[in-house]
């Protein structure tokens, strides 16, 4: 009965301790560091927690009983949160930027902070980063629009501080706080960031292209100096290798040399003595031709010689003989000749002479006969051509007074004068007008008799008209009496002549 | 609260919000700070004694 007993109570025991283990792990709630537990139902003891008037109480850090069914336990999350801020937004200096940034923040870990944040997000964190997105835009566009670009980039103290500002006070309202805001990234449409970045980015390409073309420079004045010695040290070891190989030719064309050059000296002291040798003989054959051929020939030539002055010396003395004959004979011929030549000269001579005694008598008979007849006859030319002059002198005398008279009487009547005139020239005119025929040898005229007498008709008939025109001219030209004096002067003279030889039959 | 020691991680000044980070609850954080003479500076890294605190992130300091 007692062990009995002592088991029931062992075991009442055991399930009363499984019982109480249960009720306490229903009723235990522990905050895990990163969390705070909201627990509102029963009114806890005052000054347990700051915040009293709402009636709930904050547990962090610990574990809490919580009476199940009366009260209820809520999480609040401390953990780090973040949110995506993505805004067009224009800078202190109006320059348009598309900023991209996050912000970090969590909850408060004051009571304070966890109460607002309780009573505000205790249903809705999920929905925290959308609340603080749209919170956060408006100061994040605040903050870009009171910085530059230059200090958005470079001064994280004044962008922090700027967000502490503007955004610290409106936070704390939430029961939040930011840890940090960070910008991503920034959008630049109209460049600016680029260009900020330009100078510098020429300068730096300006002096990386320097240093480049400076080490190029260096590089390549090193390379061209490297080389020129190498050209020297060529140039050297050429230098040295034509003066080696010179000398080896030098001493291979020596000793290539020698081997002729010893053979040619030899040679030559055959040929000196081959020389020696050969005068040696050439004298010997010398003396034999002496000895043998010339002596003899000397011998026979002299015999000869001799032989042929002798023949030379009768032959001369044999012609000599006969050009002495040839001499008397050719003297005696010609003293022989000579004197008949002379002889006969001799002859001629007296012969010539008597002839020329003969010849120059008569000559000088006839010279003297000529003399005498051409002296009759100059003398009888003399006096005829005396007469001559005289009577020439006196008809011209006369013709001249006559034509004296007859200008003077032309001057008073032409007519008269040309009709004598012409009457005195008439035998002439017809002795003119004949002259053709007798140049005619033979003349033929086909009319006989009565056709020769037509013919002598019609040539004077011409001299009648050749009259009439003398008339004419005349008369045309009667006034100038000078000239009609001068011409019918030309006229007279032919009866003159024709007069003179009746002059001269008159003598 | 008061009476703790911080260091200034933003530079306080007139008219500007600045920022300490002070230990408490066995870790460190910030707080917004305003100096007690509201014309000094305080510049960043200077030791700062908490000498008043608005609940819940804000501490007026002073230099030490």
Redesign the interface.
């Known amino acids: 009965m007692d062990n009995q007993t002592t088991y029931v109570i062992i075991g009442a025991a055991v399930v009363g301790v499984l019982f109480l283990v249960v009720l306490f792990k229903a009723m235990w709630r522990v905050a895990e560091p990163n969390e705070a537990l909201i627990i509102s139902g029963l009114r806890h003891k005052a000054g347990t927690t700051t915040e009293q008037s709402l009636g709930f109480r904050i547990v962090t850090g610990k574990g809490t009983l919580v009476v199940p069914g009366v009260q209820t336990v809520r999480r609040l999350s401390l953990d780090l949160r973040q949110a995506e801020l993505g805004i067009e937004c224009v800078t202190h200096q109006g320059i348009p930027l598309g900023v991209r940034g996050v912000v970090i923040y969590k909850v408060?870990?004051?009571f304070?902070?966890i109460a607002?944040s309780a009573r505000r997000f205790l249903d809705q964190q999920a929905q925290m980063d959308h609340r603080v997105h749209n919170v956060f835009a408006g100061h994040l566009r605040a903050i870009v629009g009171s910085m530059t670009v230059e200090e958005m980039i470079r001064d994280r103290?004044k962008l922090?501080?700027l967000t502490?500002?503007s955004s610290?006070v409106e936070m704390?309202k939430l029961?939040l706080?930011v840890d940090s805001l960070q910008i991503q990234e920034i959008e630049d449409p109209s460049g600016y960031i680029r260009n900020l970045a330009a100078p510098h980015t020429a300068s730096v390409q300006r002096e990386a292209r320097i240093a480049q073309a400076g080490a190029d420079r260096e590089a390549t004045e090193a390379e061209q100096v490297a080389e020129a010695q190498k050209a020297l040290a060529r140039r050297d070891t050429s230098i040295k290798q034509a003066g080696y190989q010179a000398e080896v030719d030098q001493a291979t064309a020596l000793a290539q040399q020698a081997g002729p050059l010893s053979e040619a000296q030899a040679h030559q002291e055959v040929v000196v003595q081959q020389t020696k040798v050969a005068e040696l003989e050439a004298q010997r054959e010398e003396q034999r031709l002496q000895a043998t051929v010339r002596k003899p020939a000397d011998a026979q030539a002299y015999h000869q010689v001799t032989l042929a002055k002798a023949e030379r010396d009768a032959r001369v003395a044999a012609a000599e003989a006969r050009r002495q004959e040839v001499e008397l004979d050719a003297a005696a011929n010609a003293h022989k000749v000579k004197l008949t030549a002379e002889a006969h000269a001799e002859e001629v001579k007296v012969a010539a002479a008597a002839d020329a005694q003969h010849v120059k008598v008569r000559a000088e008979a006839e010279a003297e006969a000529t003399r005498a007849v051409g002296q009759a006859e100059a003398d009888a030319r003399q006096a005829k051509g005396a007469a001559d002059a005289t009577a020439v002198r006196a008809a011209g005398m006369a013709e001249a007074d006559s034509i004296k008279a007859r200008a003077d009487a032309l001057a008073q009547n032409q007519d008269a004068v040309i009709g004598q005139e012409l009457a005195k020239q008439w035998p002439a005119i017809v002795e003119a007008a004949a002259k053709p025929f007798g140049a005619v040898d033979q003349l033929i005229v086909l009319n006989g008799a009565q056709g020769l007498s037509e013919v002598l008709a019609q040539a004077l008939s011409q001299g009648a008209t050749g009259l009439k025109m003398a008339r004419g001219l005349l008369s045309n030209s009667g006034l100038s009496g000078d000239e009609a004096a001068v011409e019918s002067n030309g006229h007279v003279e032919v009866p003159a002549a024709t007069t003179a030889p009746e002059a001269d039959t008159a003598e | 609260m008061m009476g703790k020691i911080g260091r200034v991680t933003?530079?306080i000044g007139p008219g500007?919000?600045?920022?300490v980070m002070v230990p408490i609850?066995g870790?460190t954080?910030?707080f917004?700070a305003y100096a007690s003479d509201g014309d000094d500076t305080i510049q960043?890294g200077t030791r700062v004694v908490v000498i008043e605190y608005f609940?819940?992130?804000?501490v007026v300091v002073t230099p030490m």
């Open positions: 408060g870990d004051d304070s902070s607002n103290e922090t501080e502490r500002a610290g704390e029961g706080i | 933003g530079t500007k919000l600045g920022e609850r870790g954080e910030h917004h960043t609940p819940p992130r804000t």
